[in-house]
């Protein structure tokens, strides 16, 4: 297969495009340069091994943005909006069953079905926008006190903290801007973290998806057996160690399988970031010094700081950050990338320990886990992880109960939308 480079036209522009012809999805490949194209130009297929008849395609005109261009910059992303950009046979009659499509990667630009009669194209392309520029474009504020519950409508807004990583961009309140379509479901955009990677809650398969529906469905946090030792409350742990990972807990099996069918088996995959991970602090609070099987109760870092002093942070260690295998950071124990709001994330959107807020964006009116420990209860023998309650609070509960799940993962840095503005009626679309 050649790739022939056409010469200047008679207005002194240069067009390189190459032309691919492909047997099997009878499709014509357009390899974009930083090219223009507003002449009209004539692609010669040149191909030693296969005789096709020698068409023309012409690019007839270009826009970027709605407006008339002569040229694609290498260094820019775009998306090609199908809807509006059309292509014809040399005589102006339309091509039945026409797909165009564009690969914004490789730079490449597919007509199918392929024809030998000529094709003339009018091509609408849009830059291709940055989930996390799009979130970081909101208006900007903090919060300093989370001793109340936080329900204020705060659609166009995120507020900033540092998780270690750099500034993150989280959600609080009742925001209305924070739906995505990702992989055949809905989530929230929790925050944009501080490496650059969006981390998302599923919502379900409807955006005003509540209670069980926006859950993949109910799990133990750790088998019945195995509730009776602190180390028990962690995603991963090893039995008589803090910070131990050899073995998976229960829910967590519940989240590599389900994330084995539905992102990796599907092919949605190359979108996660597999360097971002989740934390699961198992540090303890100031008294306490951790214990397999305590004499008495002992407290988790996290039940110090919003029980006892209403202080989240993004913040985590490397032995408490639980990472894929792949990653350059934290422990490096998870086989897939997924894991588990954490208490503090729900903190900073909003939620209090042990008060009622039915009305912030993480209120689904069903229990669900959070991946953070709280405390060990001596008297009964049982590890305790939090918990956001049905009626939208933070509270404790033991590990060998069921409660819903709701994945959570992290998209690359780089991931574009191809439309939406983020509303429940037009999320954000990441395909």
């Known amino acids: 297969m050649k790739f022939e480079v056409l010469k200047k036209d008679n207005l002194k522009r240069n067009i390189i ?16 340069t930083r090219a223009k194209y507003r002449s009209t130009a004539s692609v010669p297929i040149v191909d030693s091994e296969v005789n096709y008849v020698r068409p023309d395609l012409e690019i007839i005109a270009l826009y ?118 990702f992989a055949g479901f809905y989530w929230r955009i929790i925050r944009v973290n501080g490496d650059g990677s969006i981390r998302l809650i599923y919502q379900g398969t409807s955006t005003t998806a509540t209670g069980d529906n926006a859950t993949i469905g109910d799990s133990a946090f750790n088998a019945s057996l195995n509730y009776n030792r602190s180390e028990y409350v962690g995603l991963k742990y090893t039995e008589g160690s803090q910070y131990g990972t050899n073995e998976n807990s229960t829910i967590y099996t519940a989240l590599n399988t389900w994330y084995t069918t539905n992102i990796v088996n599907k092919n949605y995959g190359n979108y996660i970031d597999t360097n971002a991970g989740f934390c699961g602090d198992r540090d303890m609070a100031s008294g306490s010094t951790w214990s397999s099987q305590p004499s008495s109760d002992i407290y988790y870092a996290a039940y110090g700081r919003l029980n006892t002093n209403k202080s989240p942070v993004f913040t985590c260690s490397t032995n408490n950050l639980y990472t894929a295998t792949t990653s350059n950071k934290g422990n490096k124990s998870l086989s897939s990338p997924i894991g588990l709001i954490t208490a503090d994330e729900v903190a900073f ?42 009626d939208g609070w933070l509270i404790n509960c033991n590990v060998r109960l069921t409660n819903g799940v709701r994945p959570v993962i992290n998209l690359k840095s780089t991931t574009t939308i191809s439309g939406g503005n983020g509303t429940a009626q037009n999320p954000f679309i990441v395909d």
Not at 88 to 99: E, R
Not at 366 to 383: E, I, K, L, V
């Open 17 to 32: 495009i190459g032309v691919f012809v492909v047997l099997i999805i009878s499709a014509v490949v357009l390899n974009f």
């Open 64 to 181: 970027i943005n709605g407006v008339q261009a002569e040229e694609l910059d290498s260094n820019t992303n775009y998306t090609l909006d199908t809807a509006s950009s059309t292509c014809t046979y040399k005589d102006g009659s339309s091509i039945p069953n026409l797909s165009l499509s564009y690969d914004s990667e490789t730079k490449a630009f597919s007509i199918s079905p392929y024809t030998t009669r000529g094709t003339k194209c009018t091509l609408y392309f849009e830059e291709a926008r940055l989930l996390a520029d799009i979130i970081k474009g909101y208006n900007q504020s903090t919060r300093s006190s989370f001793s109340r519950t936080y329900t204020t409508s705060t659609t166009n807004t995120v507020f900033t903290a540092n998780d270690g990583d750099g500034t993150t961009y989280y959600f609080a309140g009742a925001p209305t801007d924070n739906y995505v379509s």
């Open 349 to 390: 959107a909003g939620g209090v320990y042990n008060k009622t807020n039915e009305e912030y964006y993480l209120h689904t009116g069903s229990n669900y886990w959070t991946m953070s420990p709280s405390y060990f209860y001596a008297a009964h023998g049982n590890a305790v992880v939090f918990r956001v309650a049905s």
